[in-house]
Structure formats: structure tokens, C-alpha cells
């Protein structure tokens, strides 16, 4: 079992950044490839960015891509998304999630999630 927690949203005006952590306990952080995914109110939700296992892949989806950076540190059972340039369209609920070895694009193939943090970003 993999527990995930994260935080650092909050509410930040257009041209901002903000990091997001999220923090693993349980099974081995290691073995696992990390997402980050958002969603709005009334939309489904969508994924945002991912990372594999062992920090050499990382993968962006195109609205986020220059502006976003997904990051992790094995050592602190953490992967982290940097956002900067944000935009209103970008205000959603992120949530963190896991899956084995290798990353992918689709909630489906992901095994663990966290309770998901909100992030607003005002015009």
C-alpha cells in the first residue's frame, strides 16, 4: 500500500508560481512512477505531467508544457510539481498519484492517489 499526501496549493494571482509536494509512505517510493493531475469543477480530470521511476523520463501534457516542471527526490519519498507562469485556466483541484515503474497518461493506470490539494489562480 502507498499512502500519498499533498500540499503547497493555494491562492496565487495570474504571471505566479507555486510549488506542490507530495509525500509517499509505505511501500518503496522508488519502484514507482509519480503523476500530477488536475481537475476543475464540472470537467474530468486530466492529466497534468509524470515522471518515471528513476527521474529519467518525464512527460507534459501540452497546456502545461514550459510552464510546469514534475521533479522528485527518492530520499524524501517526494515528487514535486513547480508551476510557474500560471494562468486562471490552470485553477483546479491537483492530485498526485503512483503507479509501478513506468509513468502514464490515463487516471486508469494508476494504482494509489492522494487526497488532492487546491490550487486557484485569480485574473
Known amino acids: 500500500q502507498v499512502q500519498l499526501v499533498e500540499s503547497g496549493g493555494g491562492l496565487v494571482q495570474a504571471g505566479g508560481s507555486l510549488r506542490l509536494s507530495c509525500a509517499s509512505s509505505g511501500r518503496t517510493f522508488s519502484g514507482y512512477a509519480m503523476g500530477w493531475f488536475r481537475q476543475a469543477p464540472g470537467k474530468e480530470r486530466e492529466f497534468v505531467a509524470a515522471i518515471s521511476w528513476n527521474d529519467r523520463s518525464t512527460y507534459y501534457a501540452d497546456s502545461v508544457k514550459g510552464r510546469f516542471t514534475i521533479s522528485r527526490d527518492n530520499t524524501k519519498n517526494t515528487v514535486y510539481l513547480q508551476m510557474d507562469s500560471l494562468k486562471p485556466e490552470d485553477t483546479a483541484v491537483y492530485y498526485c498519484?503512483?503507479?509501478?515503474?513506468?509513468?502514464?497518461?490515463?487516471?486508469?493506470?494508476?494504482?494509489?492517489w492522494g487526497q488532492g490539494t487546491q490550487v486557484t489562480v485569480s485574473s
Open positions: 498519484a503512483a503507479r509501478k515503474v513506468a509513468w502514464a497518461t490515463t487516471t486508469q493506470a494508476y494504482d494509489y
